[in-house]
Every structure is written in C-alpha cells, then in structure tokens.
C-alpha cells in the first residue's frame, strides 16, 4: 500500500508469517521498485518459515530434531551458521540463552494451560544444554549428544530474518525503511530526516507505552511474559523459559534489547531476561554497540547507561 501515490511515498505490506505478524514499510521513489522489494522480503520470510519451522514437519529444522541423536544430520550453510551463533551466545550468557530448551519448553501448552510437573521437568532437563549439540564444521553436520534433545529457533530466527529482510532492501536501493517480525525489527536509515520513533509495549497496560526510543540504523527485540503464557497457581507461565530451570523467570515483565543486527538484538533479549536486571545490564555494559531497557517484576524500568546518554522518551 502506498501513502503517497505512485512515486516518491511511503510503502507498506503486511503478513501473517512465522506465527507472527511480519511488517516492512520503506520508502521508494518508484511503486514498482518498492512493491517488488517488499516482495522479496516477504519471500525470504517465508523461506526461513519453511526451513527453520519446528512446527512443519519438513521443515530442516524438525528433520533435525527428528534425526540427530541417532545419526549426524547435514545441513545447509545457513541453518549450520545460526546454529553456530547460538551457541555463541549460550557461552556469552554463561548458558542463559540455549535453544536447547526446547527439550523442556515443548512440554508446556499455553493455549491448553499446561505445565509439566516437577518430575516431567527434571527428566526432560538432562537433555538441555548447547553442550549436547556437537557441530561438525567440515561435513556441516550437527548430532544431539543424548536422545530427548530438541531445539527451537524461535524469535532467534525472527532476528535473522529481518536482517535479511533489511540487506534485500539495501540491495534494492532503499535507504529508508523498517522490517518487522514480532518483537524483532531491523531499521534502515531515518524516516526521511528525522529518527524512527518506536515504543516499549506497557507489559500491564494494553495499548500503552513505557518509552518511546528515537532510532535510526539499528536492530532491536524485545521480549515479554505477555505474549504467551497462562497463571497457574499464582505463577505465570510464559514462553520464555530459563534453561537451568525449565521453568519462566520471574525477575523481569520485558526486555527490549537494541544492537547493530537482529540476531545479536534477539539473543541478549533472551540472555537478559534470564539473567535478570543486575547480571543482564552488566552483560550489556560489556558490549560495544548494545543498549537495553528492562521493566522489572515491579513495573521499574532500567535503562542502560548509552540510552540515558540518547534520552529515550518517557511513555508513562
């Protein structure tokens, strides 16, 4: 859809994709150049669905889960490099972001308010841990070190596939523009002389914000107990899941991560929100490039000393 005619406007398109709303908006001096782009964006979010999906059982990802404790899996460069990075961030955050959680987090059924008990949990997180995935770099292979381990990719490649979405823009041309997919979105320059201004969802307060950040440039995720979960007594139970414990930290209600790229941005959301307030924000005053704002259990917000630096707006 074009905001301006023709030519010279503002763009837009819109899919339901990843289980997820998928958004690129972008400006083009050209309707037909920016439709195509677009296009292609949504072309390669579908392909990254259809490749990373644990839910399509042709999916590679699932062939992996389905194969890999008995025999070495082959895999296509790319599912071979995320997983690599993934275990990179596992070591960054001293095992705070793993995807093998999903050994554990496949137990859990949000819509059916299902939680495993505590013996479930126990037997299933002997299979956690990015220690059980044994890469090998010349066959491209991957095999699970023990049966009952699973990964999940989850926003990780949501993170991927809006860099992707943003380098087919850049290659196209388009300078300014947003790709979004869920909590994950990757920015392309301003909005034509002035930053992106995009707001921290209230986790308690539908429709509100915390903060409004002005970017320009960046990635950036964001991670909340709100988007899946359910009470169970007295404790919410919600989709991101701390692998030492099988269960939803407590610590924090959102984690909004900003960095250079989508992948870095999705896996320190993950890692802070695990790690909690006090060891996530020293995690991200260690980086060069990262910033970060935490809404605490209480409702507090915490922001990094870089964003203090940028003043984010208050949205309160």
């Keep these: 859809m074009s905001l301006s005619g023709l030519r010279g406007g503002w763009y837009s398109r819109d899919e339901a994709i990843m289980g997820t709303s998928v958004r690129v908006e972008l400006w083009s001096e050209d309707g037909a150049a920016g439709e195509s782009a677009m296009a292609a964006v949504m072309a390669e979010m579908h392909r990254i669905d259809d490749t990373m999906s644990p839910f399509k059982p042709g999916s590679e990802l699932s062939r992996i889960n389905r194969d890999a404790a008995y025999q070495a899996v082959a895999m296509s460069q790319p599912m071979y490099d995320i997983i690599s990075r993934s275990i990179d961030f596992s070591k960054l955050s001293e095992g705070a972001f793993d995807i093998t959680f999903a050994s554990v987090g496949e137990l859990y059924d949000y819509r059916r308010r299902i939680k495993p008990s505590e013996e479930e949990l126990t037997r299933a997180r002997a299979a956690v841990g990015y220690r059980n995935l044994m890469l090998d770099p010349l066959a491209r292979s991957i095999r699970f070190a023990r049966p009952g381990v699973r990964i999940d990719l989850g926003g990780f490649a949501k993170g991927l596939a809006v860099d992707n979405g943003a380098a087919i823009l850049r290659s196209r041309g388009i300078a300014n523009a947003i790709v979004t997919a869920g909590g994950d979105s990757h920015i392309l320059g301003d909005r034509r002389g002035r930053p992106w201004s995009v707001g921290i969802r209230d986790p308690r307060r539908p429709g509100e914000v915390v903060a409004l950040l002005p970017l320009q440039d960046v990635a950036l995720s964001t991670s909340g107990d709100y988007e899946r979960y359910f009470e169970a007594d007295g404790v919410r139970c919600h989709h991101?899941?701390?692998?030492?414990?099988?269960?939803?930290?407590?610590?924090?209600?959102?984690?909004?991560?900003?960095?250079?790229?989508?992948?870095?941005?999705?896996?320190?959301?993950?890692?802070?929100?695990?790690?909690?307030?006090?060891?996530?924000?020293?995690?991200?005053?260690?980086?060069?490039?990262?910033?970060?704002?935490?809404?605490?259990a209480a409702g507090v917000l915490h922001y990094s000393s870089g964003l203090l630096d940028r003043g984010p707006q208050s949205g309160r």
Excluded: C, N, W, Y
């Design 240 to 296: 991101v899941i701390d692998p030492g414990t099988g269960k939803s930290p407590g610590g924090v209600r959102s984690v909004t991560v900003i960095a250079p790229d989508g992948l870095t941005s999705e896996g320190l959301t993950k890692s802070v929100f695990v790690m909690g307030v006090e060891r996530g924000m020293r995690l991200v005053e260690s980086l060069e490039g990262v910033d970060t704002v935490v809404v605490d």
